[in-house]
């Protein structure tokens, strides 16, 4: 099974601050994901990665940017924290030749 | 934009029984996956299909992309089942996956 580890598990903003949440894999995936999902929703889609120094924006990028240095992390980074950024943020990988996509635990992001 | 349409919303089942989850594509998609959201609120992967129809134990899943739809199909539920149940489908040429809005599944005894 892969494994995607986040960091942290829950971390507490203020507006208006920076955020930094991690994310490593161990498997060798080329893909990795962002997404956040709030209270009682689906997941929507920041960010997402083919290939190490190289991202894509995806279906609400607005308030995000996303950094891969290697093929192992991910990073996502909130410069001005807001309050509507409040959710639960998810990093998975995918495995190319079978293209399953796993997950990590999730981040809990409360700004206040 | 593309969507993906997940039904019924919530569904109740007593131990033992089945019942069958449903995404619709408003378009053509290459691919779905079928994921559970446990009570810790882990995403576990359960199917992934580019056609046809797989089983893994009580639980069986078919994706039909000309018809533009999958389903996810539950038989003998048992109390740790319960969760939300999310799709996810991807155009081809795409690695972005959308997903629905999930399925809230509550199993009892």
């Known amino acids: 099974e892969a494994a995607v580890t986040q960091s942290p598990r829950s971390k507490v903003a203020v507006t208006g601050g920076k955020v930094t949440l991690s994310c490593h894999q161990t498997?060798?995936?080329?893909?990795m994901y962002w997404y956040r999902q709030d209270t009682g929703h689906g997941l929507r889609l920041i960010h997402y990665s083919y290939v190490a120094d190289s991202t894509e924006k995806g279906d609400i990028p607005d308030g995000y940017k996303a950094s891969r240095p290697s093929q192992e992390n991910f990073s996502l980074i909130l410069e001005l924290a807001s309050l509507s950024q409040t959710a639960v943020y998810f990093c998975?990988?995918?495995?190319?030749?079978?293209?399953?996509?796993?997950f990590g635990h999730g981040t809990k992001l409360s700004v206040l | 934009g593309d969507q993906v349409e997940q039904s019924p919303s919530a569904l109740s089942l007593h131990e033992g029984t089945g019942s069958a989850l449903r995404c619709n594509f408003t378009t053509t998609m290459r691919a779905v996956q079928w994921f559970q959201q446990n009570s810790r609120g882990s995403l576990i992967n359960l199917f992934y299909?580019?056609?046809g129809t797989k089983e893994n134990g009580r639980l069986k899943s078919t994706f039909n992309s000309k018809e533009s739809y999958s389903t996810l199909h539950i038989r003998d539920a048992q109390l740790e089942d319960s969760g939300t149940y999310f799709c996810a489908a991807e155009r081809g040429g795409s690695a972005k996956l959308i997903f629905g809005e999930g399925t809230k599944l509550t199993v009892s005894s």
């Open positions: 998975a990988s995918r495995d190319i030749s079978n293209e399953r996509l796993f």
């Open positions: 299909l580019a056609s």
């Open positions: 498997n060798n995936h080329d893909y």
